[in-house]
């Protein structure tokens, strides 16, 4: 994996996890929604 990769794929990370402490998701299904809702945003 190249550095940009790596910071891109860190910076979608840190963004689902503090969407999801916003958020209050629980569980698999709701931290499944944000992480798409991470990728729609990023696309």
């Known amino acids: 994996m190249i550095d940009i990769e790596v910071v891109l794929t860190d910076s ?15 569980g698999l299904e709701q931290n499944r929604k944000i992480a798409k809702m991470v990728v729609m945003f990023l696309k």
């Open 12 to 26: 979608d990370e840190v963004a689902t996890r503090e969407l999801a402490k916003k958020h209050k998701s629980y």
